[in-house]
């Protein structure tokens, strides 16, 4: 039953390449590891800092929202 399996993956990995894409390898962070949630923590926490002491991006990130918030007008009504 092995080899069915295995060919039916190889054929899915041929037609993959078939078109045009390749497989990749990534490596990722554990999260079920030890202390990886308090990390996320720390590391949330030092963003959050700093997005209180730049209110320039804070200004910007506003008025983005603002923009997305608006009702859109056609130019024939701008």
């Known amino acids: 039953m092995a ?7 190889q054929k899915r990995r041929d037609a993959l390449r078939q ?8 490596w990722l962070p554990d999260v079920r590891s030890p202390g990886f949630a308090e990390e996320c923590a720390r590391q ?4 959050a800092a700093a997005d ?6 804070s200004d910007f990130l506003d008025d983005a929202l603002a923009d997305l918030d608006a009702p859109e007008t056609s ?3 701008a």
């Not at 080899?3 to 993956?9: A, L, W």
């Not at 209180?52 to 991006?57: N, P, S, V, Y």
Request: glycine content about 8%; overall charge neutral.
């Open 3 to 9: 080899t069915s399996i295995g060919r039916r993956v």
């Open 52 to 57: 209180l002491k730049d209110t320039e991006l």
């Open 44 to 47: 949330a926490r030092l963003t």
């Open 19 to 26: 078109q045009g894409l390749r497989p990749v390898q990534i």
């Open 75 to 77: 130019e024939d009504e």
